[in-house]
């Protein structure tokens, strides 16, 4: 189990008592509180146990094991005495299943995502002190890190030669100038042969969706950000145009294929994951569904995903992907002669996600970056193959661009376009 609510993660452990104290200072949200330092944790006055306590539900949470966590709290033993333990012990003891001893002892877990170490995080109470010109974010891309994930991405042009073109390259065309996004990024993973070439992928759009496009689709909140104590409920509020939702800070709107799914579930995790990374560049995280169903955003929120949740009734994003209709896909040809599917959907499954089968499933979901008042659409990923993710370095290296115009501006500049 990996939950997004505070109350899941801390569990009736040493932290309990602390709840008052970490919510006075702002430690409300489980991403926030996985970033803790020594020096926050002094300034609390946390106990050597409940710093202890930090670092094991930490690891467990990027593990999605928190159903052991009090089990193991309670033991005595520090992560690395755990760590240490025979696969016999950690059953005998603690009662772990074999495939969570697996992804116990697996210090690389496929669960933990690391962004280069450029990234160096200060909590988000100490992010309003840092200055628009000195972001205290940097993604290095020269880095081995970001190669590797430059590498898996596709940016499709009208000129396929130009298929293979980087990120670096695609960078320096967004151009932020008197405030408007001129040209915006399209992304999407390559499309792998079905049935030995007898299967064809669904095409996908080559060119960033025209901001009116978005910018009056009618949506409803869900659900709001959660915060420590809230009332785990779905209330419908009345429908709103998309523009009010970046009318002030630029967003990152994640539209999810379906909430139950193991892959989407997987990416919202891993997305949401890296909040007090986007808080820090004032960048707001929302999901957005295309099918209302109660039950399953019950179950995807707060778990999955702890951010802001919409109803897109007329499913307007989900067209705006496709170009202006839906990109859809079927069980058979889509996921089953799809080997890049399949290994999407083991990539998730080694995560110890669980899953359903409720609801729609074929309609393609995809990632957009949209910048604040009417600037536009900054990137656009699609989900060409089911369970495809937008790499997160180059999802933070738009944000950091949008958080820096200037910056973007020059860099376009000296590339002489």
């Given amino acids: 189990m990996a939950s997004f609510s505070v109350e899941d993660f801390i569990g009736n452990g040493e932290l309990k008592e602390l709840l008052p104290k970490m919510l006075e200072e702002g430690w409300d949200d489980v991403p926030t509180l996985k970033i803790m330092n020594s020096e926050d944790m002094d300034s609390i006055n946390m106990t050597q146990q409940q710093k202890a306590a930090l670092e094991l539900r930490s690891y467990l949470h990027d593990r999605t094991l928190l159903q052991y966590g009090d089990k193991l709290e309670a033991s005595g033993k520090f992560l690395p005495e755990l760590l240490n333990l025979s696969i016999a012990d950690l059953s005998s003891q603690f009662g772990m299943k074999r495939g969570h001893i697996a992804r116990f002892i697996d210090r690389n877990s496929a669960c933990a995502d690391p962004l280069p170490a450029a990234y160096n995080l200060r909590p988000k109470r100490m992010a309003t002190t840092t200055s628009r010109n000195n972001s205290i974010l940097r993604i290095d891309l020269s880095s081995n890190n970001s190669r590797k994930m430059l590498s898996m991405s596709r940016i499709p042009t009208r000129d396929s030669s130009m298929n293979d073109q980087s990120l670096e390259q695609a960078l320096s065309e967004l151009r932020i100038k008197d405030g408007h996004i001129i040209k915006g990024i399209v992304a ?200 495809d993710w937008a790499p997160l370095p180059e999802v933070v290296e738009i944000c950091t661009r949008l958080q820096n115009p200037q910056e973007a501006q020059g860099a376009s500049m000296s590339t002489g376009i």
């Fill in 188 to 387: 999407a993973e390559p499309a792998e042969p079905r049935a030995c070439g007898c299967v064809q992928a669904p095409t996908i759009v080559e060119d960033v969706s025209p901001y009116p496009a978005i910018e009056n689709i009618s949506v409803q909140k869900l659900t709001p950000e959660y915060k420590i104590g809230m009332e785990r409920l779905v209330k419908t509020t009345p429908p709103m145009k998309a523009s009010e939702l970046w009318r002030d800070k630029p967003a990152v709107l994640l539209c999810i294929r379906r909430p139950g799914c193991i892959m989407c579930r997987a990416e919202a995790h891993k997305l949401y994951a890296k909040k007090p990374i986007f808080d820090a560049l004032g960048i707001q995280l929302i999901a957005i569904l295309h099918e209302q169903i109660e039950s399953e955003v019950r179950d995807f929120w707060p778990r999955y995903w702890g951010g802001v949740v919409l109803f897109d009734r007329t499913m307007g994003f989900f067209k705006a992907l496709g170009g202006g209709k839906l990109l859809k896909d079927k069980f058979i040809t889509g996921f089953v002669f799809n080997p890049r599917a399949i290994a999407n959907y083991k990539r998730a499954k080694a995560m110890g996600i669980e899953q359903n089968f409720k609801g729609e499933g074929e309609i393609k979901g995809g990632l957009f970056v949209v910048g604040s008042g009417r600037s536009g659409i900054a990137y656009q990923f699609i989900e060409r193959n089911f369970g």
